[in-house]
């Protein structure tokens, strides 16, 4: 059996700043998402927009769409 490889500290810091720059990245890219999603289907959003904001719910499975749903009760 073979001891695990030796990981600087410097290895992990730069670890550590990869994931750390991931989960930051996705934390700010949900909400980003989500908003241009709802302004999409808004009555105020230009064409290409709501089309995107279609594609892009209906990719995700309407999570979207379904909130809207339930809110506006039909």
Known sequence: MQPPPYVSPQQRAEQRARVLRFVYG????????????M?????????????????????FGQPVLS???????G
């Not at 996705?26 to 999603?37: G, K, Q, S």
């Open 67 to 73: 909130l809207i749903k339930a809110r506006a009760g």
């Open 26 to 37: 996705v934390a700010i890219a949900l909400p980003v998402l989500f908003a241009v999603v």
């Open 39 to 59: 302004y999409g289907y808004s009555d105020q959003a230009p064409h290409w927009i709501r089309v995107f904001a279609v594609n892009l719910d209906a990719f």
